[in-house]
């Protein structure tokens, strides 16, 4: 199977993935909000807008995926899988504007707590791992920025379902109502940490930089180390959504060389730069007499 037709179908797996993942959590969702409101849980409350936002984020990831799949044109070269990034993006404001929400309403709480029905909050915690959990895994074909963001969202939602459980029993066998409202405020602040680690890693993707898991350095002094490469610059590394990577670079042969042992060295780069997990390298060689049109400037 080619590097392209590996790479699409893990896209047409993550795709699936998410509308199952859309549809678990806007159920889960309405669950939370109507059984939030029930036993009067802040916690619960806290984890339902961030669900909203997380049902909104999805929703919008499985559209746009769907529009980042199409093929390549005439209009844009290398396709549209870079919108997956602008959905990221969308994702993470709306995942920081909830956990902003929910500070803002479970400092009052922590002033003033409320009573709350326990045992419908450990209903819907032991509900919360449940159904973030099958989501989770459901989200495990996913390798894009955006995909990656999707299921830490799930798997953040599903530890602090965990963590809800446990205030839940906390608040049921000793009464400690503050513990709801420090819970929001927590799960609010280790999910804000996160999104604003992949909103970073997005931001950095749309400005073309080198890919977090590929050392750019090591990659060029490995090809360097090819018989028959005298030099290497020019080189570029950047990726089209966080998980197709895309090379190209100037390469200075020590001597001329027939067509086919040509064929045989751009072979070999291409092969090297795979095992760097770049899929795609565009490669111009050049003579130790040409004089290249970027130093020549």
């Keep these: 199977m080619s590097e392209h037709h590996h790479h699409c179908h893990h896209a047409q797996q993550a795709q699936q993935g998410l509308l199952v993942v859309f549809l678990l959590n806007l159920i889960f969702t309405i669950i939370e909000f109507v059984g939030g409101a029930y036993v009067n849980s802040i916690a619960i409350f ?85 159904f973030n959990g099958i989501a989770f895994f ?56 996160h999104v604003l680690l992949h909103l970073k890693q997005a931001l950095a993707l749309l400005m073309q930089g080198v890919p977090e898991n590929v050392n750019c350095q090591k990659l060029q002094e490995t090809l360097t180390n090819i018989k028959q490469v005298s030099q290497i610059h020019d080189m570029h590394l950047w990726s089209l959504d966080g998980s197709y ?28 730069a795979k095992s760097f997990q770049v899929q795609h390298a565009t490669i111009e060689l050049e003579t130790q007499q040409e004089q290249c049109e970027l130093e020549s400037c």
């Design 245 to 272: 990577h895309i090379l190209s670079l100037h390469v200075v042969i020590e001597q001329e060389l027939s067509l086919e042992d040509q064929i045989m060295l751009k072979q070999n780069i291409r092969q090297c």
């Design 46 to 130: 806290s984890d339902a807008i961030h669900d909203l936002g997380d049902t909104f984020a999805i929703g919008s990831a499985w559209v746009i995926g769907k529009m980042a799949s199409k093929r390549r044109d005439a209009q844009f070269s290398y396709g549209y899988g870079r919108m997956t990034l602008f959905s990221s993006l969308i994702s993470a404001g709306v995942v920081i504007s909830g956990s902003v929400v929910v500070i803002f309403n479970a400092v009052p709480r922590l002033i003033a707590p409320q009573a709350i029905q326990t045992e419908g909050m450990m209903l819907l915690a032991l509900l919360g791992i449940l």
């Design 138 to 193: 459901k989200m495990q074909f996913g390798k894009s920025i955006n995909e990656r963001l999707v299921m830490w969202h799930l798997l953040e939602d599903a530890l602090g379902w965990g963590v809800t459980l446990v205030g839940a029993v906390v608040i049921h066998f000793w009464g400690i109502l503050w513990i709801d409202p420090i819970l929001a405020i927590l799960l609010a602040v280790f999910v804000l940490r």
